[in-house]
């Protein structure tokens, strides 16, 4: 068939019957085709289900110049972020060919477009899926010719939505274009689609509004200036930080009613009650049906327990909801025999798969070990081994020990099940997984184990893949959140009858984190392929929407259980828990140091925003990211600022390979690179996940180990900057096993020159009116500003110890048993990365947060060691922020943070990982405004 003439596609077009007839014919993709088209590293395309027979590419399969340059066949995959993407216009066409393809879709259905560049009839074809991944038809080749670059290259995301049902000929539907919103790439794709004169409506509009906001948020600025000379006329204060320049009174003692006084309340379930909106309300969580406590078990359950076990024993056995009933289940409705699927509006009359299992999201301290060992042992025969298959329990490496303990504290003798450790030594065991009641294993052995270039018949798996699990337990199950990474494939293509996910935090940082619990779940209906759910949950709630609410609600009511430690019915008699914010004034000479960081950190944001990429010797995201750690940490001591990258980005600017020599002091310098990476909790560049095993190269980046190495196995150049790595001897790994700052020197450590923040310490340390025999937990991300507060706590006789990443677990025990035993030891100074997770601190009644980030879930996960189970007197949280500096900042940030959580669930958040480096800069252009300068709503 010869290519027809090309055409410029209009906002609408109309289709003549030559385009109709014209449609793109289906087309077989050879093995070699497919492999070359494919989504990187090992993504699921559009239309596979696990299990299926899948071709991926790994980082081995890859030329060094196939790297960067992969052209993905569909958009659903994890790069895109419908956070950076804004709607630009809506194109109203058809889908042609309908007759040449079975997929069925009806009125207001949504659908998936996917590039397909090896169609033997036209490169530019773009075909339409439904939900299912059956092949509807494709866009008319006059619209897909204008469209088919800005997919290939991204530049624009495409959502489908029928407009009508399906004809003979063709079927109509409207395309919404979303592209960049980042000023510089949207004027580019803005530029190139007026060309193309492709639809711009919808962004015009958008700036129309935001110039309007602008000019509104200039005038409060002009009168904000205003006022602020008046002030400044009458010796009222200076640039614009009137309340830091107020005459300061010498501190004798204090009394902890003073303290409270001069300290701002927060209400420590200000999130909680959003929970009500979304998912069960309190009083359906309440009235839940209750199981019995399986006899097998040696602890009597709670009653909120025995109700979170009859709902996991309903949800592994779901059934579809009858003809004509109004109820749903997973988000299918049965309509006279017809089940509609009411986020994505695909229906069937075949009745669809259900997911078994759910989501366990209970807060931290409610049981969900032992509510998950109930279901386990509900299960099971009355000996404990009539388990048909084993129970596979994946959690971190820190807590698998725990498992087992817990299981043998809770299960009755006779009962116990066999419990195999599956790591270290219990590998050797991979031959009898089968004959094991209960296998407890890491993230780390099930990402080692997965091979995404193995077939999937059972004849050729291994290990932990050979099995057909009875279920698969994930504990902290948001490890899974970004769907890129290895482990969270890893844990997709486990073979299972029931999935579950443990995890107090659904939500980590955005929406994208709960579509890779509904993946894991494998649930059915569209929401599993991830472009479809950026088009029906993540799109709208970012646009407010309230369908998206509507279905978001109806989502997590399906799934996920949550109940809350201050619910009534909870009932677990926990004493009250009071948090202040403690606001502290920065001395003269501290605020000259501040003021110094803080125009340096105007100067060189405001420059990396203004060039491209740090290229030729510029400002880099590095230089970005370490000034503003030094704001930071002169807001807690001066003592703590260094200038530790600006000598090695200079040493690697002189160089013409930008590689250095691993000298000690290049290694050390390389090592403070790579603390600032993980202290600003940056991703690895190659899975876009966390750093769980940092390391960076002779070039100054960071990735995870496991990513890196197999780069340079295969390339031996890093894949940013392309210089030559020879080996994986080219990798530092951090100055300390956790990350954790190597600390400060000691002539460095004043202990007569406090700042005001560790006066504040000591002043609620010693405060008058504490409650007898008071113990409290000092949380700080720095190890190195621990090091400073020790000599200050020793001059004022308070007796201490230390946890920190670099004790080894027994010196790590020995510090808890004296903080908890030893009545004179009333501090714990700790390591906010070591103890967010796994310690019980109840023996501590106040918990101090000296520093604050972008991680509120942390800290959250922090004070709960304190305030949980076991806790019986009342607890105090204090937290120390220097008035109008960055960290008044951050706590706007937090609760903005919290929010995009609370709408889905969980009242808790993180920061660990991603946001679009725009987005970051926005936070970090929020900190950095003046006290006196106003916001306006965007």
């Not at 897909?144 to 079927?171: F, H, P, Q, R, W």
């Not at 606001?583 to 000479?589: D, S, T, Y």
């Not at 903080?819 to 070591?834: E, G, R």
């Amino acid at each position: 068939m010869p290519p027809r003439a090309k055409r410029p596609a209009a906002a609408v077009v109309d289709l003549t019957r030559e385009d109709q007839e014209n449609a793109h014919r289906p087309t077989k993709i050879n093995r070699k085709d497919r492999v070359n088209n494919s989504t990187p590293l090992g993504n699921v395309t559009n239309g596979q289900r696990f299990g299926e027979e899948t071709d991926y590419i790994s980082l081995s399969q890859l030329d060094d110049d196939d790297f960067n340059s992969i052209v993905p066949s569909t958009q659903s995959n994890e790069e895109v972020d419908m956070n950076s993407y804004q709607l630009y216009g809506c194109i109203n066409t058809k889908i042609v060919g309908i007759r040449f393809y079975k997929g069925y879709a009806s009125l207001g259905e949504r659908v998936i477009l996917q590039r397909e560049p090896y169609n033997q009839y036209d490169q530019n074809a773009i075909k339409v899926l439904n939900v299912m991944g059956t092949q509807i038809g494709h866009i008319p080749r006059t619209v897909a010719s204008g469209l088919a670059k800005y997919m290939d290259s991204k530049d624009l995301v495409i959502e489908g939505m029928l407009t009508g049902n399906i004809g003979t000929y063709d079927c109509p539907i409207a395309l919404n274009l979303f592209g960049p919103a980042d000023p510089i790439k949207k004027n580019q794709v803005r530029t190139q689609m007026r060309a193309d004169r492709l639809p711009l409506v919808e962004l015009i509009r958008t700036e129309q509004d935001k110039a309007r906001k602008e000019w509104q948020r200039q005038r409060a600025l002009k009168e904000a200036e205003k006022q602020r000379l008046a002030a400044m006329s009458n010796n009222w204060g200076r640039g614009g930080y009137p309340t830091l320049q107020r005459p300061r009174q010498p501190v004798e003692s204090t009394s902890l009613e003073d303290l409270v006084q001069q300290s701002s309340s927060i209400n420590a379930h200000r999130m909680g009650q959003t929970v009500e909106r979304f998912g069960n309300t309190e009083a359906d969580l309440e009235n839940m049906p209750m199981a019995e406590t399986p006899f097998a078990m040696k602890t009597q359950l709670l009653s909120y327990q025995r109700q979170g076990l009859a709902w996991m024993l309903d949800k592994e056995s779901p059934k579809l909801p009858d003809a004509g009933s109004n109820k749903d289940v997973q988000l299918w409705k049965n309509e006279h025999g017809r089940y509609k699927h009411i986020a994505t509006n695909y229906a069937t009359s075949t009745p669809p798969p259900l997911a078994s299992g759910g989501i366990l999201a209970d807060d931290m301290g409610l049981g969900k070990t032992i509510q998950t060992i109930s279901l386990i042992m509900a299960n099971s025969n009355a000996d404990g081994n009539g388990i048909t298959a084993p129970t596979l329990i994946i959690s971190p490496v820190g807590v698998m020990s725990n498992w087992k303990q817990q299981i043998e504290a809770h299960v009755k003798e006779e009962f116990l099940p066999k419990i195999l450790v599956y790591h270290g030594p219990g590998k050797k065991e991979v031959s009898k997984l089968k004959d094991y009641g209960v296998v407890i294993t890491s993230y780390g052995a099930i990402a080692t184990e997965y091979d995404p270039d193995k077939k999937t018949a059972k004849s050729t798996r291994s290990g932990l893949y050979s099995l057909q699990w009875h279920r698969i337990v994930l504990d902290e199950g948001h490890t899974l959140r970004n769907p890129r990474s290895k482990g969270a494939l890893a844990a997709c293509h486990l073979n299972a009858d029931s999935r579950w996910s443990l995890t107090g935090t659904p939500i980590i940082n955005s929406l994208k984190d709960l579509y890779s619990q509904i993946r894991f779940l494998r649930l059915s209906g569209g929401l599993e392929d991830l472009a479809m759910f950026n088009s029906v949950l993540i799109r709208p709630l970012k646009d407010g929407d309230p369908m998206g609410a509507a279905i978001l609600q109806a989502l997590m009511g399906a799934i996920c259980l949550r109940r809350r430690k201050d619910m009534a019915f909870v009932n677990l008699r926990l004493p009250d828990m009071k948090m202040h914010v403690l606001r502290v004034k920065f001395e003269e000479h501290e605020l000259k140091k501040y003021e110094m960081f803080q125009a340096e950190a105007r100067g060189m944001l405001d420059k990396y925003k203004h060039q491209v990429g740090g290229a030729n010797g510029g400002t880099t995201y590095s230089h970005v990211l370490e000034i503003f750690l030094r704001l930071r940490q002169v807001c807690n001591h001066w003592c703590l600022c260094k200038n530790r990258v600006d000598k090695l980005m200079a040493l690697l600017g002189e160089s013409e390979k930008k590689v250095v020599e691993l000298t000690p002091e290049n290694i050390r310098a390389l090592q403070d690179v790579l603390q600032l990476q993980i202290e600003s909790q940056e991703t690895c560049a190659v899975c876009l996940d966390n750093l769980s095993q940092p390391v960076i190269t002779a070039c100054a980046h960071a990735f995870d180990r496991s990513c890196i190495e197999q780069v340079i196995e295969r390339q031996h150049k890093c894949p940013l900057c392309r210089a030559e790595l020879k080996d994986t001897g080219a990798l530092v790994s951090p100055a300390t096993e956790l990350g954790e700052d190597a600390g400060v020197d000691e002539a460095e450590t004043d202990a007569s020159a406090p700042s005001s923040k560790i006066k504040a310490l000591i002043q609620i340390l010693t405060a008058k009116g504490q409650v007898e025999q008071t113990k409290t937990v000092v949380f700080s991300q720095w190890t190195s500003f621990l090091d400073i507060i020790e000599p200050h706590l020793t001059a004022n006789d308070i007796c201490f110890t230390r946890i920190d990443g670099k004790l080894s677990s027994n010196k790590r025990d020995q510090a808890i048993s004296e903080f908890t035993n030893d009545p004179k030891c009333t501090v714990l100074l700790a390591s906010l990365n070591v103890c967010s997770v796994g310690l019980n601190l109840v023996a501590a009644n106040q918990v101090v947060l000296c520093d604050s980030w972008w991680a509120p879930a942390i800290e959250d996960q922090a004070i709960d060691r304190v305030y949980r189970l076991g806790q019986k007197r009342e607890t105090t949280v204090w937290r120390l922020v220097m008035e109008g500096s960055v960290e008044d900042r951050v706590l706007d940030i937090q609760a903005a943070k919290r929010e995009l959580s609370s709408t889905a669930l969980s009242e808790k958040t993180d920061k660990k990982k991603g946001e679009s480096t725009s987005s970051r800069l926005a936070d970090l252009e929020k900190l950095l405004r003046r006290v006196d300068e106003p916001s306006t709503q965007q």
